[in-house]
């Protein structure tokens, strides 16, 4: 066996692909270009945007709206990131995470499973890799799938997070057959798998539409989806680093599908490469409409840009801890539909994190045993927490630590009561008695 896993020869292998191919795409036809070497573009601007917060931002109106519980608009947004008075808008955004949440903070047991690193699509943001066999590539069969799966798998694992690259060699069929391996080996674990960028490629792969893919999906094992490629939805900044995926209507369509199927998934913002600050607001009022109309988001979880290995590097400096609290709370104040935020400590550091949870996060997503994406591109937060490290981490800002699984229903019998009168935020209503009756089995 290939210490790089799923590669040729294998009978779920499409076989090698020129550099141009066209593939029957659902109902309709397209077009799609193997990049099989990934070569940096000298068309777009590599440096990032000047953001210069200034102190003489008048936050007067937005702060009248927050504490009155209206509406923020696109001005009101984009005045938040202006303004370098971190401490009023982070007040503004704890005030409201405290209305929704208390001092309640989610974190679960998970464990992160990357398939493959292989992606033909070669976006600049990305350090995955898009030749099959280049060195520290790799590519799980289903049984290998399940094989690293156990390796740290304890039966207090609870959700299996799973995303990879668009594999130019693999058939539709792979996916479903890791699906299904998974879901053999661990019925109880909850498997969130796919982006929407990979449910919208399998589907054109599966050569039918997404809405009877995602049935397909779902019989095999499917229990949600993760909100990654999300990015930034804006085609100016999309088209700098990420040319070649899917368009952010798209995204945004394909997220409305799953919703209509009953399919939870959560939302992202890649931050912290060539946005403006009005790209950022439209981003976050685009998921904020969808959720007007769907109510199908869990989370958002705000993403900082690691350039590190990708054709930005030496461009652009990592994210600063000032961006990275600003982003979680404006993301806060402007998605009043979205019940948790999410401060994803791989990518923002266990410090960072701890201070976001007074900052509007009121989640820390969980141990995240093995997660790769984010150290492919240089992140430094390590690659798993113990549950009594997550535990004293939380407690240790000063919030209570309540373990969830995928779908923000407490684990333990005694957190239910807590979650009822902490904040307004009653428990997905959606998952009906679940939360009412008692914990999960």
């Not at 799980?140 to 959700?159: G, K, L």
Request: hydrophobic share 40%; with cysteine.
């Amino acid at each position: 066996m290939s210490a790089r896993g799923y590669q040729l020869p294998m009978p779920w292998a499409v076989g090698r692909l020129s550099q141009r191919q066209t593939l029957l795409a659902g109902p309709a036809h397209a077009t799609y270009t193997w990049h099989m070497s990934k070569k940096p573009r000298t068309d777009v601007p590599r440096e990032r945007p000047a953001k210069n917060p200034s102190a003489n931002v008048d936050l007067s109106a937005v702060v009248a709206k927050v504490e009155a519980g209206e509406r923020l608009n696109l001005d009101d947004g984009v005045r938040l990131f202006e303004s370098s008075d971190v401490f009023t808008v982070g007040r503004l955004a704890n005030l409201v995470r405290e209305r929704m949440h208390g001092r309640v903070t989610y974190w679960n047991t998970n464990r992160h499973l990357n398939p493959t690193n292989v992606c033909f699509v070669g976006c600049e943001l990305c350090a995955y890799k898009d030749i099959p066999n280049a060195p520290g590539t790799w590519a799980y069969s289903p049984q290998e799938a399940v094989d690293v799966a156990r390796r740290d798998y304890t039966p207090d694992v609870r959700e299996f997070h799973i995303v990879g690259g668009l594999h130019p060699q693999w058939k539709y069929d792979v996916y479903l057959d890791i699906l299904r391996a998974l879901k053999e080996a661990f019925p109880k674990v909850h498997l969130k798998a796919f982006t929407m960028v990979e449910v919208d490629w399998l589907a054109k792969l599966n050569k039918k539409s997404v809405e009877d893919t995602l049935d397909e999906l779902m019989e095999a094992g499917l229990d949600s989806c993760p909100g990654g490629g999300a990015e930034i939805f804006h085609p100016r900044a999309r088209d700098i680093i990420a040319q070649k995926k899917m368009t952010g209507e798209r995204w945004l369509e394909v997220a409305r599908i799953c919703h209509l199927k009953g399919l939870r998934t959560n939302a992202t913002i890649l931050y912290g490469h060539v946005e403006t600050f009005e790209e950022r607001v439209d981003h976050l009022i685009k998921l904020r409409e969808l959720q007007d109309e769907t109510q199908g988001f869990d989370c958002l979880i705000p993403l900082a840009f690691h350039p590190e290995n990708t054709p930005f590097e030496g461009h652009m400096p990592a994210t600063d801890g000032f961006d990275d609290l600003k982003v979680i709370a404006v993301s806060r104040l402007m998605l009043d539909n979205f019940a948790h935020i999410k401060a994803y400590w791989v990518m923002l550091t266990q410090k960072i994190a701890q201070v976001a949870l007074h900052f509007g996060a009121n989640d820390l997503d969980g141990t995240i045993v093995d997660e790769r994406i984010t150290h492919a591109a240089g992140g430094k937060a390590g690659k798993g927490m113990t549950r009594e490290q997550l535990c004293t981490f939380i407690s240790e800002a000063g919030r209570v630590p309540v373990e969830r699984d995928t779908l923000y229903r407490p684990i333990d019998p005694k957190h239910r009561e807590l979650v009822r009168t902490e904040g307004s935020w009653q428990g997905p209503a959606w998952a009906g008695a679940d939360l009412q009756d008692g914990a999960l089995a």
